[in-house]
């Protein structure tokens, strides 16, 4: 494992096209941002376990997919308070975090994904 000491503002570069930004560094907390191309799946790890469970147990079905109901959560109806796809208090980006509340993720003109205005 690398390990990297960095400031906020200070970025990391992965490849040529991924930019890994420290946005703010609380108590116990690191905000990070990260811009990669569209085609770059980016996940909280925690999220990433639970897609590759139900893929997992998906394959394992057959075809019946009654069985994930319990790893697959269905999207809120638009009606429903923070259905923008967020957790309650604003719409989340590419990488899973939220904006604060009343702040839409920024996208630049390229395939990059946003970060959320401080």
């Not at 959560?73 to 957790?87: L, N, W």
Request: charged share 20%.
């Amino acid at each position: 494992m690398l390990v990297l000491s960095r400031r906020t503002r200070d970025s990391i570069m992965i490849g040529h096209q991924i930019v890994v930004t420290v946005l703010s560094i609380g108590r116990d907390q690191v905000r990070l941002g990260i811009e990669a191309p569209a085609d770059v799946e980016v996940h909280r790890e925690e999220v990433y376990r639970s897609i590759q469970q139900a893929n997992r147990m998906a394959a394992a079905s057959g075809g019946d997919v009654s069985q994930l109901a319990g790893v697959v959560r269905p999207a809120p109806s638009a009606a429903a308070p923070g259905a923008e796809g967020g957790r309650a208090g604003g719409p989340a980006n590419r990488s899973g975090t939220e904006a604060p509340a009343g702040h839409e993720p920024e996208r630049s003109g390229s395939a990059t994904s946003g970060t959320a205005t401080p």
